[in-house]
C-alpha cells in the first residue's frame, strides 16, 4: 500500500533534490544518500533520462524515490510506473490536485501564498513545499503561518543550504527541507560518492 505523505516526509528531516541526466551515476547516488541517512530523494523530472534514472535509484534498499517538477497528468502516471513513491510539484493548479486523487502516490503540492494553501488545503492537502522559500521570503515568511494555519505543515525547498538549514528546521510547522545542496553536480560528475555520503551524515546532524 502506498506510504501517506506525512509517514514519508517524518521519515527523514532533508530531501535531497536531484537533477541528473546520467543514469550510470543513479545507483551509487542513491546508495550514498541513503548510507549517509538521507533515503527520501526528490529526483526532478527535468533531464531526458528522468524516469530512467528513477527506477535505477528505486531499485537500491532503502531508498524512498519521489519525481518532482510535476506539471500534468501524464508525468503522475509515468512517476508510479517507474517506481516512485511519492511527487512533488512546484505549484498548485486545482486541475492538478483533483487528477493527483486518481494517482495512488501522493503529491506534495507547491505553494507561494496564503491563497494558494487556502486553496491547497481545501482540497485535503495538509503537506505542501513552500516554494521557492528563499525567494518568498524565508523563514519570515513562513513564521508568519504558524498562526493562521495551524493544521499546515511545510517542507520549503528553494535557496535552502547547509547554513540556513537548521533556521528552518527549527519551526513549528516545517517538517523537512528539500535542496540540492547535499549533491553538489561537481561531486555527482566527478562520481565523488563518498564526499555525497559524507555531505549527507552532516546534513542530518542539522535536525538535532
Ligand atoms: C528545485 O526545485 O530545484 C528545488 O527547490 C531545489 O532548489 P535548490 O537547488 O535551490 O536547492
Not at 534514472?53 to 518532482?68: L, P, R
Not at 547554513?163 to 565523488?192: H, M, Q, R, W
Request: charged content about 20%; hydrophobic content about 45%.
Amino acid at each position: 500500500m502506498a506510504k501517506d505523505i506525512k509517514n514519508i516526509l517524518s521519515s527523514s528531516p532533508i530531501i535531497p533534490v536531484i537533477v541528473l541526466d546520467d543514469v550510470s551515476k543513479a545507483k551509487p547516488l542513491a546508495k550514498a544518500l541513503v548510507a549517509g541517512g538521507l533515503p527520501v530523494i526528490e529526483v526532478t523530472l527535468r533531464t531526458k533520462n528522468a524516469f530512467q534514472i528513477i527506477e535505477e535509484m528505486a531499485a537500491v534498499e532503502g531508498a524512498i524515490i519521489g519525481s518532482g517538477t510535476i506539471r500534468d497528468f501524464s508525468m503522475m502516471q509515468q512517476s508510479v510506473d517507474a517506481g516512485c513513491q511519492f511527487m512533488v510539484s512546484p505549484g498548485a493548479p486545482k486541475k492538478l490536485l483533483k487528477q493527483a486523487k486518481d494517482i495512488p502516490i501522493p503529491l506534495l503540492p507547491g505553494i507561494a501564498s496564503a491563497t494558494e494553501i487556502m486553496a491547497a488545503s481545501e482540497m485535503g492537502y495538509k503537506y505542501l513545499k513552500f516554494f521557492p522559500a528563499e525567494g518568498l521570503g524565508g523563514v519570515n515568511m513562513l513564521k508568519n503561518f504558524i498562526s493562521p494555519f495551524q493544521d499546515i505543515k511545510f517542507c520549503p525547498t528553494g535557496g535552502i543550504n547547509e547554513k540556513n538549514a537548521k533556521s528552518y528546521l527549527t519551526l513549528s510547522n516545517v517538517i523537512c527541507v528539500g535542496g540540492s545542496f547535499i549533491t553538489p553536480k561537481e561531486a555527482i560528475i566527478a562520481g565523488d560518492f563518498e564526499r555525497i555520503e559524507a555531505l549527507a551524515r552532516e546534513a542530518k546532524k542539522l535536525a538535532n
